[in-house]
Every structure is written in C-alpha cells, then in structure tokens.
C-alpha cells in the first residue's frame, strides 16, 4: 500500500463515514424524542455556562435551524471528499464536527466522535506536506485505543471470565440479541472463550509494534470485531470511523516493517 494511496483511501473512507453521520442526525432531527432532549431550550444552560460568548450569539449558534444547515454542509463537504479529497474539505469537516459536539456538550457518540477528530487531524497534517506524520500519528491512536480497551477490560475479572458479555449482550437495541445473551449465559466454555479472546485480541494491537508483518492479519480480525458489533448493537459509527484510520494504519505499520 502506498503512502499517496493510504492517505487518500483514508480521506475517502473519512468522506463516507462523516456523510453517514450526518444523514443519520438529519433523521433523527425528525423524531420528537430527538426533538425534545436536544432542543436548544435543553441545552441552553450549559452552553452559556461553557461558551465565552453572548447568549444572543449562542443562541443562534446553537439554534435548531443552524444545525440542520451545518448538517447539510457536512453531507456536501462528505460527499465531495469521497469524490475527490481535499484540505479545504477536511477544514470544513473539521469544523462542522467541533460544531456538532459542542452542541451535543462534549460528544455524541463518544469514541467515534474522538476518532473522526484523530482522522481529520491526521490527515490534515498529511495533506499540508507532512504525509507520513499525518500517517503516523493516525496509526498511533489507532492502536491505542484497541490496547486501552484491551487493558480496560483486563481489570475485571467478569471479562477472563466471559460473564460481561450476557450483560452488555441484554444492552442491545435488538430483542434477539437479549436472546443470544440469555443462551450464552448458559454455555460457560464459550462465555469464557469469547471474553478472553476479546482482551487478547485488543491488547495484541500493541504487538504489531514489534510483529508488523501480521498487520494484514489483524486488520481482518479487527474488521470482523467492528462488523459483529456494528450488528449486534447498531453502532454503525464506530465501524465506518476506526476502518476509515486503517489505510493509515497500515501503511504505517508496513513503513515500521521496512526498518527492522
């Protein structure tokens, strides 16, 4: 995989996943619920407390009307970097995501919403002629953030043992998933199996600092892992956001394989 090829395959994939997210928010605008919670009446509190700003300017800022018109900027700014990925385009998308997360308080999704920053960054500093740093430093956060997971879990003994999963299974939007869940609390082999392979699976991430060679290996490993929980709790975010650092991931994986 080449250097120009990673950093734009990873500015395309960056493209889609931004467009999805925004077309999602379009939609959920829609619903009362969505409506209700998240109306700027709701928010207006904190966002005066947090911003150094007059309340007039917050309140337009942060009004339902401007934040349809920075979701449509983000599904035209998405789909023309998909097409043809640019700078000017990642500083749009930068801020129309800062945007979107201010007026959520913080974040909406949490690691995916973290995740599109460290692409967008990253990626930012590729396209200013730094295209190996840019690389680099998506590559490292990447990683990472499977390793600190790995070592989240690792605390617990709930995960050696599997019994975590049933609950985090029952947690699912999807009533055959509970079912699954209630199954797998009955099959202790496998509980135990999957919630070790779990750990050892997101702490090797560290490993390929060392075994860069199974980069490839992994990567389909991790696209199967984001795939079944894409599937069995709808996080359809963090799938299309952590594939989208992976041309980055690899290439700077292979560029470590090539020094040793």
């Known amino acids: ?10 500015a395309r994939l960056l493209g889609f996943a931004m467009l999805i997210q925004a077309v999602e928010f379009i939609y959920l605008s829609r619903q009362v619920r969505f409506q209700t919670v998240w ?48 700078i ?10 800062l945007f979107i997360c201010i007026r959520f308080r913080g974040n909406f999704n949490g690691g995916s919403d973290m995740m599109t920053f460290v692409v967008l960054t990253g990626l930012f500093i590729a ?14 956060h990447t990683l990472y953030s499977y390793f600190k997971a790995g070592i989240a879990k690792a605390r617990f003994k709930e995960w050696w043992t599997g019994k975590a999963l049933p609950v985090f299974l029952r947690r699912s939007q999807f009533l055959d998933i509970h079912q699954f869940g209630d199954w797998l609390e009955k099959h202790r082999s ?25 980069a490839t290996i992994y990567f389909a490993l991790a696209l199967a892992f984001h795939a079944t929980i894409y599937f069995v709790f709808g996080l359809n975010r963090f799938f299309w956001i952590w594939i989208s650092a ?13 020094s040793y």
């Open 190 to 214: 496998l509980q135990k199996f999957l919630g070790t392979s779990t750990i050892l699976f997101e702490i090797a991430a560290f490993l390929l600092i060392f075994f860069p060679t199974f």
């Open 39 to 86: 109306s700027y009446r709701n928010l207006h509190a904190d966002l005066v407390r947090g911003l150094p700003l007059k309340a007039n300017w917050i309140a337009w800022l942060f009004s339902e009307t401007l934040f349809r018109t920075t979701l449509i900027i983000q599904i035209v700014t998405a789909s023309l970097c998909l097409i043809y990925p640019h």
């Open 88 to 97: 000017s385009f990642l500083v749009i998308l930068f801020f129309t995501h």
């Open 246 to 258: 992976w041309p980055a991931t690899l290439y700077s994986v292979q560029l470590l394989a090539r």
């Open 127 to 140: 396209f200013l002629g730094q295209t190996k740093l840019g690389l680099i430093y998506i590559a490292i």
């Open 1 to 10: 995989m080449s250097l120009t090829f990673s950093m734009f395959f990873s």
